[in-house]
């Protein structure tokens, strides 16, 4: 073996990366939507809107991740089954690990993501999108045309934060039966007694997906900033 | 205008999400299969559980609990779950029963129920296989005895051994293993399991030996290991304590006991 001998668990590692990034990438897309609804639930006339998206951004920023995901995936059908069995007709529950973690994690950082969507917002000029009502667009075409293409230059560089604090949070629904891979190392390092080593492994793969993160981020923002001179 | 149309829209989207995600709840709540025991255990605590290179399930809990599936005719598939959501996810029926070496505690006994216990690791002494110490009274008189601090070993030496012997306290077992193999102990006194596993199957313990009685006593050692349930489901309880009695008296526990141990792992009957 090179430099670290991982005993023949390097195959269960791999594993748990490819779930990792998995969990990670669905995560990060429902964030992503949740995050542009929350924005327009932010910039809505209405109040109750904006108070349900302002209180959502406050609470979900507020709570550990790590409460929140126990919450979902063992309060909520716990709460549920007593509920139920209280009023007489048990309901069993049967959340599926990998769509309560994927739903709580999107959940979590989709608060992040919408304050990360509003600055971006609020970054682009007022007079482009009165230019664009002066010629005829309708306000979703102005969002598609005029407001999205230039908040996503805005948005990128927070985003790629959101993404790395989000891959990092992946570790904790090993909590949850889902086989990532924080907790295929634990049990590699548990099994061979040799703890150092696979958590070291495993900080070296996260280290790895980070790394092609950012060169992504960097051809994206360098994308998104095409139009733009010297930028 | 602009902002009302996204409101809309927006209301739109939400009522969509909501139905997705209700959906998903249901779909979810529907696969459940009623008669197949859904069995709990950690798979990172060998010897007992554990998974291998291959992600399979091995050790003395997996085996036992095989064993108690089949005394008791049932059908049993198995689910992993790391040791800090143990009991969450018992309550929230993600299983329905936990054999994964847990301890029978009163604190664990206000959330879940306990089958009798499958298995007790004793506590025992190791002495170098050359010396002849007689675990007596007169034969430990004078002796230095090595224990980990803050165990239930430990607390049961100091109360019933300090004053015919020296206890000399450890932060880590490991070190009172280094102190015997390099001559400063006499004995050693601990988990067997842990003596053996982590002591007399390695280099520097292959001149050790298990020597005197198993220690069990309930005061200080507890009720063992037993099978975690939820409270009430007291069918589940019986035909996994007739199983334990079934298994104990055919050859069905010793058989699977001998793979793993050189002792009765089960403790006092």
């Known amino acids: 073996m090179p430099l670290i001998d991982l005993q023949g668990y390097g195959p269960l590692l ?188 495993a900080s070296l793969i996260y280290l790895a997906i980070t790394i092609v993160s950012n060169i992504v981020q960097q051809w994206a923002e360098k994308r998104a900033n095409r139009g733009v001179r010297g930028a | 205008m602009f902002n009302q149309t996204f409101g809309g829209n927006m209301r739109h989207i939400l009522k969509i999400a909501t139905a997705v995600i209700v959906g998903l709840f249901f779909l979810a709540a529907g696969a459940h299969a009623e008669n197949v025991v859904r069995i709990g255990t950690e798979g990172a605590y060998p010897p007992f559980n554990y998974l291998d290179k291959d992600g399979n399930l091995q050790g003395f809990d997996i085996e036992i609990a095989e064993a108690l599936c089949e005394a008791a005719d049932m059908q049993c598939t198995f689910v992993t779950q790391s040791w800090d959501g143990m009991i969450p996810a018992l309550l929230a029926r993600k299983y329905d029963a936990i054999i994964a070496s847990m301890s029978i505690t009163e604190e664990r006994k206000q959330r879940v129920d306990f089958t009798e216990k499958y298995y007790q690791t004793p506590a025992r002494f190791v002495k170098h296989k050359d010396r002849d110490i007689e675990i007596s009274e007169e034969g430990l008189r004078g002796k230095t005895v090595g224990v980990q601090r803050a165990t239930v070993s430990a607390n049961f030496i100091n109360d019933n051994f300090s004053d015919i012997m020296t206890i000399r306290s450890y932060a880590t077992q490991e070190e009172a293993n280094m102190d015997i193999a390099s001559g400063r102990l006499d004995l050693l006194f601990a988990d067997a399991v842990v003596l053996q596993n982590g002591f007399l199957e390695t280099d520097p313990g292959s001149d050790y030996e298990f020597t005197g009685p198993s220690y069990t006593d309930e005061k200080w050692f507890g009720e063992g290991i037993g099978i975690a349930l939820r409270k009430g489901e007291d069918d589940l309880r019986k035909a996994f304590n007739e199983a334990i009695i079934t298994i104990r008296e055919n050859s069905t526990y010793m058989e699977i006991n001998d793979k793993y141990f050189d002792f009765d792992v089960y403790g006092d009957e």
Do not use: H
């Open chain 1, 14 to 201: 791999l594993q748990g990366a490819k779930l990792t990034i998995y969990v990670g990438t669905c995560s990060m897309v429902l964030a992503i939507v949740l995050g542009l609804i929350g924005v327009l639930g932010q910039l809505s006339k209405s109040p109750v809107v904006r108070f349900l998206v302002n209180t959502y951004t406050t609470v979900v920023r507020g709570i550990p991740e790590l409460v929140l995901i126990l919450l979902v995936y063992y309060g909520v059908p716990t709460l549920i089954q007593d509920v139920s069995a209280a009023l007489g007709s048990p309901v069993y529950v049967a959340l599926d690990p990998f769509i309560s973690g994927t739903a709580t994690i999107g959940f979590i950082y989709g608060a992040f993501s919408t304050e990360v969507f509003r600055g971006a917002y609020l970054a682009v000029p007022k007079g482009q999108l009165e230019a664009a009502r002066a010629c005829g667009m309708s306000s979703a075409l102005t969002f598609r045309r005029i407001t999205l293409p230039q908040m996503m230059r805005y948005a990128l560089p927070g985003l790629g934060n959101v993404w790395m604090v989000l891959i990092k949070a992946t570790a904790l629904i090993s909590v949850i039966q889902l086989p990532e891979l924080m907790r295929n190392a634990d049990i590699a390092a548990r099994n061979t007694r040799l703890p150092f080593t696979f958590f070291f492994a």
